[in-house]
């Protein structure tokens, strides 16, 4: 385990990050109740406990994904199935007192508690980008054996992180040397 490392880009909202657990044909980050409990821990949030329901939603999310960055009409048990695991965790806003001096709304502390909570807020998170203004902004990386999904916050960003922009690069100058 010592060489796993969990694909998290660090600038993604934790649901994009969640749907790339999955590599298309590849490997999968939520394959074993030990990668998802490093992908939990390594993202910063409590590991579900029933890594199978995990899997589910995750891949639910995927599919949804998937349909939206290629503009295809996303299945309908996709959607059923986030909407369902959405509605398990009351996300009803609630009020905390922030170290930093302020008021915060913390929509994650609804009645629910463990993985109804932690997958709800998933659950919530992917209906509210998919339905808000990032779902346009919704890509998959360029790269070459990449599948990537990220929020295109930068008009020009093709990649999921530099190195594969570096990757792609580097392809391209070997290509052309070859080609001489
Ligand atoms: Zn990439």
Redesign the pocket.
Same mark, same amino acid.
């Given at each position: 385990m010592d060489d796993v490392e969990p694909p998290i880009l660090g600038t993604e909202p934790l649901v994009v990050e969640f749907a790339n657990t999955l590599y298309d044909g590849g490997e999968d980050f939520l394959g074993t109740t030990e990668l998802a409990t490093l992908w939990f821990t390594t993202a910063g949030a409590h590991p579900a406990r029933d890594t199978a329901a995990a899997k589910a939603l995750r891949d639910s999310i995927h599919t949804l994904f998937a349909a939206t960055v290629t503009g295809a009409t996303p299945p309908a048990a996709a959607i059923m199935h986030v909407n369902t695991v959405a509605r398990h965790a009351p996300t009803s806003p609630q009020m905390v007192w922030h170290s930093t001096g302020a008021l915060v709304a913390d929509s994650r502390r609804g009645a629910a508690t463990g993985d109804a909570a932690l997958l709800g807020s998933l659950a919530t998170a992917c209906i509210e980008l998919l339905t808000g203004g990032q779902a346009r902004l919704l890509r998959r =990386?360029e790269?070459s054996d =990449?599948c990537?999904f990220f929020v295109q916050h930068h008009p020009r960003r093709r990649? =999921?992180?530099e190195s =594969?922009a570096h990757r792609d690069r580097q392809a391209r100058y070997y290509r052309r040397r070859t080609a001489n």
């Open positions: =990386c790269g =990449c990537l990649y =999921c992180h =594969c």
